[in-house]
């Protein structure tokens, strides 16, 4: 089976790999789950997988501290490049290079879009160990909320 040469349009290809890549969880991974549940123990409280419609991007990021303006993307070695775990696979290369460049690239966008519309953004690779991801977290989230309001306390 040829692969589709228009990317937007391209598919596995096999079925069985196109089964495979439909059974991949978009949300609710191990580490984002992991890393919600420890949020969740420090008093953290959160929105997860909203849709944002920004000027020139929608991004969707794992966890959203909404007051704080704060976007979080539990980002997969192999889904999103990482420089340390990241590798090409070594089959069907014209298909996988371009796909996973496609990702960097919309990771780029959503954290431009972010930024311009006044949100800070965190990435988190899985890899990262969760303890020290939901430190980082919490520590750009607490700068970045604003001034409690009345007397309600977190």
């Known amino acids: 089976?040829?692969?589709?040469?228009?990317?937007?349009?391209?598919?596995?290809?096999?079925?069985?790999r196109s089964r495979n890549m439909a059974a991949i969880k978009r949300r609710d991974t191990k580490p984002e789950r992991t890393i919600r549940s420890l949020l969740h123990a420090a008093g953290k409280r959160y929105r997860v997988d909203v849709r944002l419609l920004l000027e020139?991007?929608?991004?969707?990021?794992?966890?959203?501290?909404?007051?704080?303006?704060?976007?979080?993307?539990?980002?997969?070695?192999?889904?999103?490049?990482?420089?340390?775990?990241?590798?090409?696979?070594?089959?069907?290369?014209?298909?996988?290079?371009?796909?996973?460049?496609?990702?960097?690239?919309r990771d780029r966008a959503a954290d431009e879009a972010l930024t311009a519309a006044g949100w800070v953004v965190v990435r988190v690779w899985?890899?990262?160990p969760p303890e020290e991801a939901v430190e980082r977290i919490i520590?750009?989230?607490?700068?970045?909320?604003?001034?409690?309001?009345?007397a309600r306390t977190q």
């Open 1 to 16: 089976m040829a692969l589709n040469s228009d990317p937007a349009t391209s598919t596995p290809p096999t079925p069985g």
């Open 139 to 150: 520590k750009v989230v607490d700068a970045a909320a604003p001034p409690s309001r009345g």
């Open 126 to 128: 899985e890899h990262e």
């Open 56 to 105: 020139g991007a929608r991004p969707r990021p794992d966890i959203l501290f909404t007051r704080a303006k704060v976007a979080v993307f539990v980002d997969g070695c192999f889904w999103h490049c990482c420089p340390e775990h990241g590798r090409q696979p070594g089959v069907n290369g014209g298909y996988w290079g371009p796909k996973l460049e496609r990702n960097v690239a």
